[in-house]
């Protein structure tokens, strides 16, 4: 069976030592998929899939990685069906000084506005700039370093970023925005982008050590990844996600991001876009697209994005289906299951001969087809070299493998006829189906290719081969068929591509495309079943017990043959015909990237314009408004939760330093700067002044460790009773206005406990919002402190310090909910309390304790007024 059976038989004795030297789970997949990663053996495989070696040349598929889906009742419940989603983020929150300042900038001009607005804001910084000018690109601005390309030739891409990379560059962004409406032209620009990526990646990840290093691509598809459906010519450009992705968990130091602009937001507009997305705080997520009022990141979900079902049955027996890399493999186990079911005409394409079995074979089992094969050559006169005793053995195979895929099919019940053909040549495909032509109502695109290897050592004719028969191949087949008759396409992708995996960048690239393609012809033919499958890995029962083991401790099962048959054949039924961009397979990610350690880090936060927001408009004392501390706790939370990209529900030590009042002398921004310890961050919110002097407003830590739960006060009454709290607002001892009035009812009024019956006051983002807080929500609770002193120590008073804050369930919850003070100790001007905001039923929601309250008489005047 060649090379690659030779790593099968190598995987399915591997030892504990051999596993230990596999140090990833990527590593492992590309085990699993009998290609070296360090080697850059290309190999046309069943991928993870374990389906054994198919000769030279063939092109079945190679489903690799593994997804996030919904649950399903297979075999294993956490293998599964979900689809591509797109999940609302947040703005991104911009460093104050992203990039080490003696750092350069190189941008990839292809010739578009945003690339020009792009040097524009870049060089407008004073930083360093250089432009890759694509061939074809006229020369523009005098004010950068430009390095022109006269062709598409791998040596002079080399020569020129060397050029470039004499400087110490710190920021990559390689700019695919103009469409040149051709696909053979976005094919090979997206294997340029990756080429790029090959020669930047080190140098970026030596600047990453000094600095935040970053490399970003932008795409003007739809600001959805293209999976609202783009112009066909355009969908290559989706590629480039999959690189970027791929990219992200193979040079973890790096800041990765794969920005898609929608077309409506003009290039000033979507440069400015574009480098708030290259100062981010956050790492992830790695795809972000924005279109004229939101910002999306891709996710999976329960219902397909097409919201139109077409209305397209079950294959019968009167469909003639083509299928790509379906005479072996996987593709070959879908289609027997597919024509168990319903039947269907079945034209199988494959760059084997199907030739007569050579005598020297006839009798001899799959094991003992070397041996005979080196002494066929030794009595030809022939050396049998390994090379050329495993062509022949493979070739011997294949062709058996065919012919036992041609009898199961028909043993089904099916027409079934291969076709020797080289997909990615387009005039012999167009030739070979010309007699079927008018009979083909679908399409089964199930061929791929590998050739694994680290981006840093990717070749071009690696990226050649591995492009060639999914993305030629698909335009060739779908050139030499009438569109209009189709009633099914059907591609096989990768998870691959639809998370990035190590060591597979060119595979993810291609798989993206498709993803892209599904979406675009779903617009083209509206009445056909259009689907892009992207399946996790695949288990055929050669892959050992051990490396099963590895799969089970990351929660990752293999999808068995029979169950992923099923699933294939399963999506033909009419309920799914709306699917366009599906995942098949586990539900985790089969690659995880190493977070870098986090660093110490300054945000800003505009204060332009806030005192027009009814939360600052309506906390007014002595008719100036004056911010709220529940806005500054709002902001530590959030610069820590969005920066580390996970829930920020606990904080501690929040004092007021000197608070911000919009009279005329506060500043335009404030700085929040995060400095990280051991399971906490140090929060700090200050302003800087016109002297350039530092003034300190606020402090704050976040504790970045898991909360315990919380004990339920006991004894609630009842929501509705007691008195009408309305009063509170006007008799001296709240200052809030409308917008902020959220206490309802006074339930109880004991000074060892008082509870008051709330309702959540809606607030906006930019003044101090999470997805678990909202800064209008909380400050109920403060006040709720305040009536607390007033009532039983007689004073008005203001918050000073917060002890500590804990988040146990989202204050972002419509409904009522109930607020209980209870007192700590009392001595002095201030007083110290614990406020709980709880459900009716008593789950506590939230919890302020050691809230401080500082008292003065002549607040109260100052709150009457």
Sequence with gaps: MGAVQEHFDTLTTAGPEQLAELRTLGDIVTFVAGVPRTAGREAASGGASGQGAPAAGDHPPEPAGAAPCAPAPDRASRIGRAHAALTALPAPDPLLDAYAPDHGALVVDDGSQLAAHLVERLTGT???????????????????????????GTTELAARVEEILTD???????????????????TRRLAHSLLLARHVVGPLSAAAEHGRAAFLTVTRLDGAFGLTGVAEE????????????????????LFCRAVDLSPGLDAATGAALLLDEAADSATEPVQVGLDVTRRVGLTVGERPLAERLPE???????????VTGGARGITAT???????RHRPGLLLLGRTPLEEEPDWARGVAEAGLRTAAAASLTASGEKPTPKKVGRLAAAVAGSREIRATLDALRAAGSRAEYLAVDITDQAATAAVLAPHRDRVTGLVHGAGVLADQMIVHKKASEIERVFAPKLAGLRSVMAALSGERLRHVVLFSSVAGFFGNQGQSDYAMANEVLNAWAASARRRLPRARITSLNWGAWDSGMVSPQIKAVFEERGIPLIQAADGARMFADQFAPERAADTVTVLGPTTPLSSRERPAPAAAT?????????RSPLVADHTIDSVPVLPAAVAIGWALG???????????????????????????????????????????????????ADGSVRPHYAATVVTG????????????????????????????????????????????????????????????????????????????LQAALVWVRRFRSAAGLPLAVGGVELHAPLTSPGTFLVVVEPVRHGGPDSRLTVTACAPDGRVIARFTDVSVVSAPQLAAKFAG
């Excluded at 945000?603 to 005192?611: F, I, N, T, Y």
């Excluded at 009063?727 to 917008?739: I, K, Q, V």
């Design 706 to 781: 898991p909360l315990a739960p919380a004990a339920p006060p006991a004894g609630l009454p009842a929501p509705g009773t007691g008195r009408d709290a309305a009063g509170l607002y006007t008799d001296g001892t709240l200052f809030h206005g409308p917008a902020l009035r959220g206490l309802r009812r006074v339930l109880a009024e004991e000074e060892t406990r008082l509870v008051l019956e709330c309702e959540p006051v809606a607030t906006d983002a930019a003044t101090g919002a999470t997805a678990r807080y909202l800064a209008g929500t909380a400050d109920l609770l």
């Design 234 to 253: 355009q969908a290559p450009a989706g590629g480039v996600a999959g690189l970027v992705k791929t990219l992200a968990l193979e040079a973890p130091g």
């Design 639 to 689: 610069a820590v939760e969005h920066a580390e990209g996970r829930p920020a529900v606990r904080l501690r030590d929040f004092t007021v330093h000197k608070g911000i009042v919009f009279d005329g002398t506060r500043p335009d921004e404030c700085r929040v700067t995060m400095t990280p310890g051991d399971g906490e961050v140090k929060v700090a919110v200050r302003s800087v002044t």
């Design 312 to 322: 397209v049955g079950v294959p019968s027996p009167d469909d003639v289906l083509v």
């Design 126 to 152: 004073g930083r360093r700039v250089h432009t890759l000018r694509l061939p074809g690109v006229a020369a523009r601005s005098s004010d950068v370093s430009d390095h022109p390309l006269t062709g598409w």
């Design 334 to 340: 879908c289609v027997v299951e597919l024509a168990r």
């Design 603 to 611: 945000v800003r936060r505009s204060l332009a314009g806030l005192e």
């Design 168 to 186: 110490r560059i710190a920021l990559v962004v390689d700019v695919t925005a103009e469409h040149r409406g051709e696909w053979a032209e976005g």
